[in-house]
């Protein structure tokens, strides 16, 4: 169907159909334009995603990228940024083919719509002056055609009026009024063929108006529509083969993802983490029980202490054992030969277990080594002493207080020490060496 035949009488409703068009191809052209905007800034977004997510360069990056999963990871951001980088395509196409595109067209469509109603808006006036002509040229016809009839009725009247006197025949006489009513005749003649003419020229122009000028300038406004419409389809066909040529760039990055995936290998990273954090040592054993009771039966005596000795071997037993022993590899010298034996005499240091000086032994030794309470160490010792034994530790007391000698000499004694309730006897050797002054 055209414009021009069916739609001659709808100029001004074609003209607002026309800009509401236009207005929807400017409406098309902002939505393709904001999708671009969001395209970009979608993409701006996952590469600011994949950045911030890489690993950094430090003694951590090794260390992750011993891991399968890890590894996986960073896969998946590089994948996610070459995705970012079809979308920055996505962007890039949609505003080249079709945003710049669309808005010179636009121009283009504004310019040549300008065109086709201005030729419209100029027939339409061109006609209606020819009617404003012709409506001119009836009215003159017909005041002209009314002025020669009244003149052709006082014509009559004068001549058939009998009262008339002859002054009024000489004033008024039938000839003067005849031909005024023959001019009167004439104008109106003239005035209608003056109408005749314009009559006949309105209707050329009339039918060439409403049945070529316009209908041409219609069928430019239908086929400029008709364009418009199918660059919009054109337009909307681009905007999906937009997305469509980058699917297989997009699909490959995914496929990246999915094998990216699929190589995380649980076994091999656990795998990885014995051989980061596993030691080499052995785990402990068991812990041997250790018999507080035995305590309260140990006594003072020689025999007992050496027992007790053979019966607690130094082993890989971790308790506490007795403090004040020392290392069974280093010999302790003998006591001298002139001096008689003490009867509460310590077994040999060889038949000792090994064990470290606890903190309490280094205390001892300290409150050992200061003369004038050496001989507080008498009255530490259990039981009763001979005199013999006394006479012994006195003369030696003596001898080390009084002034030194070039001799080595072992003391031992035998100290009683209450620990948490409980008597333990435990033998305390002091070696003393001394150089005489010249």
């Known amino acids: 169907m055209s414009w021009g035949s069916e739609l001659w009488d709808q100029f001004d409703n074609l003209e607002k159909h026309t800009q509401w068009g236009i207005e929807y191809l400017e409406k098309y052209t902002k939505f393709v334009k904001?999708?671009?905007?969001?395209?970009?800034?979608?993409?701006?977004?996952?590469?600011?995603?994949?950045?911030?997510?890489?690993?950094?360069?430090?003694?951590r990056e090794e260390e992750e990228s011993k891991y399968t999963f890890c590894r996986a990871f960073l896969t998946t951001l590089n994948e996610l940024n070459d995705y970012a980088g079809q979308h920055e395509?996505?962007?890039?196409?949609?505003?080249?083919?079709?945003?710049?595109?669309?808005?010179?067209?636009?121009?283009?469509?504004?310019?040549?719509?300008?065109?086709?109603?201005?030729?419209?808006?100029?027939?339409?006036?061109?006609?209606?002056?020819?009617?404003?002509q012709l409506e001119s040229s009836k009215k003159r016809f017909e005041r002209d055609c009314?002025?020669?009839?009244?003149?052709?009725?006082?014509?009559?009247?004068?001549?058939?009026?009998?009262?008339?006197?002859?002054?009024?025949?000489?004033?008024?006489?039938?000839?003067?009024?005849?031909?005024?009513?023959?001019?009167?005749?004439?104008?109106?003649?003239?005035?209608?063929?003056?109408?005749?003419?314009?009559?006949?020229?309105?209707?050329?122009?009339?039918?060439?108006?409403?049945?070529t000028i316009i209908p041409n300038i219609f069928q430019k406004l239908q086929d400029m529509e008709e364009k418009r419409i199918e660059r919009i389809g054109v337009c909307m066909t681009t905007f999906a083969d937009v997305d469509r040529q980058?699917?297989?760039?997009?699909?490959?990055?995914?496929?990246?993802m999915t094998k990216?995936?699929?190589?995380?290998?649980?076994?091999?990273?656990?795998?990885?983490?014995?051989?980061?954090?596993?030691?080499?040592?052995?785990?402990?054993?068991?812990?041997?029980?250790?018999?507080?009771?035995?305590?309260?039966?140990?006594?003072?005596?020689?025999?007992?202490?050496?027992r007790e000795g053979k019966e607690k071997p130094a082993g890989k037993?971790?308790?506490?054992?007795?403090?004040?022993?020392?290392?069974?590899?280093?010999?302790?010298?003998?006591?001298?030969?002139?001096?008689?034996?003490?009867?509460?005499?310590?077994?040999?240091d060889s038949q000792s277990p090994k064990q470290q000086k606890e903190p309490l032994s280094h205390r001892l030794n300290d409150f050992m080594a200061s003369k004038p309470k050496m001989h507080c160490l008498r009255s530490l010792r259990r039981g009763q002493q001979s005199p013999r034994t006394l006479i012994y530790h006195k003369e030696l007391m003596k001898r080390t207080l009084g002034r030194p000698t070039y001799a080595f000499e072992a003391r031992q004694y035998v100290v009683s020490v209450c620990v948490k309730g409980l008597r333990v006897c435990v033998c305390v050797s002091r070696y003393v060496v001394g150089r005489e002054h010249k």
């Open 146 to 211: 009314k002025e020669a009839d009244r003149a052709q009725q006082y014509f009559e009247k004068m001549d058939a009026d009998i009262n008339v006197t002859k002054a009024d025949v000489e004033k008024r006489s039938s000839h003067k009024a005849r031909q005024q009513a023959q001019m009167r005749h004439q104008m109106a003649s003239d005035s209608k063929s003056d109408y005749s003419a314009y009559l006949q020229k309105f209707n050329q122009e009339q039918n060439e108006h409403y049945f």
């Open 34 to 59: 904001e999708r671009s905007e969001i395209e970009t800034n979608y993409a701006k977004q996952i590469r600011n995603l994949s950045k911030k997510y890489q690993p950094k360069k430090n003694s």
């Open 260 to 306: 990216a995936a699929e190589s995380i290998e649980p076994k091999t990273d656990s795998k990885q983490v014995v051989e980061s954090y596993k030691s080499g040592f052995e785990p402990p054993g068991d812990v041997e029980f250790e018999d507080y009771g035995q305590a309260m039966k140990r006594t003072a005596s020689e025999t007992s202490l050496s």
């Open 246 to 256: 980058v699917l297989p760039i997009v699909g490959k990055c995914l496929d990246g």
């Open 317 to 348: 037993s971790k308790g506490k054992l007795w403090p004040f022993i020392k290392n069974k590899n280093k010999p302790p010298p003998a006591p001298p030969a002139t001096s008689p034996p003490s009867p509460s005499a310590v077994p040999n």
């Open 89 to 132: 395509v996505i962007a890039e196409n949609l505003t080249s083919q079709i945003v710049s595109e669309l808005s010179r067209y636009l121009q283009e469509l504004k310019s040549e719509r300008k065109s086709h109603f201005h030729d419209g808006r100029k027939a339409q006036q061109h006609i209606e002056s020819s009617w404003k």
